[in-house]
């Protein structure tokens, strides 16, 4: 086999590679660049911009953790807006509750659903239930229109550079609120806290959020093929709280099996190392 | 025709460097190499042209080579007769068609929504300014254009004054009749001087007012650095055939420095070639990108974003529709508190926000996601700090009483003496919120209390007053003994 790596730098003088077999697919869309490799350690992966976005081997636990920890706390959730998510994952795990009735998905480039239905149908799969609406548009544009109409609001974004930028901000934040009803709940992607520039737009994410939501708590999961492999999410809710309102038998009896989340490590994931805790205290 | 996709003085000094010359002349920087930290924070191409005037690239206060070139070229592109570099801001541009068109006890015919700079250059030249009242908006408490009425009563009135000064569009996009005003005025004699500091497309753009070169004015300053893209500080100034542009040229070398930035011309030169190639393209994006933001403010409800309906055959004879001016009143909001929330709550800059508006300057230079956020910013804004409507100041304009001259106010024996007390005595100095610039006060006006009360709502509310002597101005300079 050729010596062919991907490569990322994951901070100035930090790269991260993963010897791969081939590249399926390249294009530069409207948006951004596409990628798709196969590799023997993490099978096959999509790249945008030249940025990790999921490899078939770990991608469980970005998808598990974005999806059920919020469905543990509402298990009651009807209507989800999902922003991002081209590749169908999340999508894939609200399809698993029978209880949600309708799930929209705002991705603003329609050259990644493609992609993703083309070369990775294990989250792509996703989009085949039938409720799930798909919606190509800019996700901003999408929720400003959007009053008190969804229980859960997913913000599954790239990095706040390039098109993910506006899903970063606070015009954002409070559109989402507007958009959710009474006793809602939104997840964000919430970047990483440990080389600087992540740790920056995770600072910034936090301040922001905190000045739309009452209730705004960090968790993490432990994602190998991301900076530093230690990453976070935001929930921010109208109300609930993600460990006291933790509805754990009800989420039990949907008996879903799910390889990284379970109930314990649910209240485990929002107890931060202290680095963390005070770089997000600072605007708290 | 002209060659538009030359650029005379970019070529000048893409050959000066290719020559390779040895600089022993200024700047002392030697081409960034002096100021190693200057040069990493600039970048090294930038430094590399910062030149001085030379043989083989001409001389700004005597053109007759590559700047004469570059300059008939923008003069063309511009359907001026002649166009001259300006690296003073517009405000040189502004201040060389007064000095060069009205002399001391001159009469010159304006509105009184001018920038400062142009009563400035009355306190240079020593014209007497007499003010058409622009009308104005009683909703949206904005300065109109001149009507014709008014116009036509002025020069009747003042049948020896020696021009007219016009905005032409202003801040906020309003135009006025401008060729049926440069038709009469000229009827009267009078030099007609538009200020087109916001209307550098209007040369360009399809389906936009006249320019000032179109409508047949004598003289117009054109701000590059606004819709033209060029460095902020380089200006043009236009002339039409009317015009002996030699005098002007002495006129402008009075006050202008002899060490021009050609920095500075050459991003007028590059700017104008872009302008002349690309400009209908490029306004039509920025029209459909405010025509765009337009309808989604408006569909937030309480903002109005303004634009041709408010067109009344006279006093806002056409709207440039490439502004994007919004209202905030119905918000209870003042203009200048919605700007402040956009810059400290959701990092964006605006233009201005005077009492009643708000300015977003948009340029082909923006992205879509961006127009999306300033909407959606403003959604939020809306939701969050909506509040009661009731005691919002819904006038801008107050008409003054001009008591002496600007120039005998400035140079006047005065004293100083606190705000509240100025009442009924003549101010001799500026007075502005800033942006946009306009004055409250001019050297030579009677003060009022319906103006201290203005200037005080304006503090409150948090606009930055700009001109006293006295910086957080609550003290004014007033003329002594009178």
Known sequence: ?284 | MMDQTRAPLQEALLQMKQDRLVPFDVPGHKRGKGNADLTAFLGEQCLSVDVNSMKPLDNLCHPVSVIKEAEQLAAEAFGAAHAFFMVGGTTSSVQAMLLSSVKSGDEIILPRNVHQSVINALVLCGAIPVYINPQTHKRLGISLGMSMEDVRRTLAAHPGAKAIFINNPTYYGICSDLRQITKIAHEYGLRVLVDEAHGTHFSFGRNMPPSAMAAGADMAAVSMHKSGGSLTQSSLLLCSKAVNADYVRQVINLTQTTSGSYLLLSSLDISRRNLALHGPDIFEKVQRYANYARQEINSLGDYYAYGKELINGDSIFDFDTTKLSVNTLSLGLAGIEVYDLLRDEYDIQIEFGDLGNVLAYLSVGDKSKHIERLISALGEIRRRYKRDNHGMLDHEYISPEVATSPQQAFYAEKESIPLERCIGRVCSEFVMCYPPGIPILAPGERVTREIIDYIQYAQQKGCFLTGPECMDASRLNVLKGV
Not at chain 1, 3 to 31: K, N
Not at chain 1, 46 to 74: C, S, W
Not at chain 1, 153 to 167: K, R
């Open chain 1, 1 to 284: 086999m050729d010596d062919l790596w991907y490569s990322e730098h994951h901070a100035p003088g930090v790269r991260f590679s993963i010897q791969t077999s081939r590249q399926l697919h390249y294009e530069q869309s409207q948006y951004q660049h596409i990628s798709v490799f196969d590799s023997s350690e993490f099978g096959r992966f999509l790249t945008l911009d030249g940025v990790m976005m999921l490899t078939e081997r770990d991608e469980f636990i970005y998808h598990d953790m974005i999806t059920h920890v919020p469905m543990a706390v509402r298990p009651d959730t009807e209507t989800v807006l999902v922003i991002g998510a081209g590749d169908g994952g999340v999508a894939r795990e609200l399809s698993r509750y029978p209880t949600i009735k309708h799930i929209d998905i705002v991705e603003i480039d329609e050259r990644v659903v493609s992609v993703c239905k083309q070369y990775l149908p294990n989250t792509a799969c996703g989009f085949d239930d039938a409720r799930v609406h798909l919606h190509f548009e800019d996700g901003l544009k999408f929720i400003r229109r959007v009053e008190n109409q969804y229980d859960l609001i997913i913000v599954d974004s790239t990095d706040p550079f390039g098109p993910g930028e506006v899903l970063f901000t606070k015009e954002f934040y409070g559109n989402c609120y507007k958009a959710l009803t009474e006793n809602g709940i939104m997840i964000n992607q919430h970047e990483s806290p440990f080389y600087a520039q992540d740790a920056k737009a995770m600072k910034n994410a936090h301040r922001c959020i905190l000045g739309i939501f009452p209730v705004s708590k960090v968790y993490q999961a432990h994602i190998p093929t991301y900076p530093s492999g230690h990453w976070l999410f935001g929930f921010a809710s109208k109300g609930l709280h993600p460990i006291r309102d933790l509805k754990v038998e009800a989420w039990k009896s949907f008996g879903l099996h799910t390889k990284y989340y379970n109930t314990n490590l649910h209240r485990g994931a929002f107890y931060l190392p202290t680095y963390v805790e005070e770089a997000l205290s600072e605007y708290e």
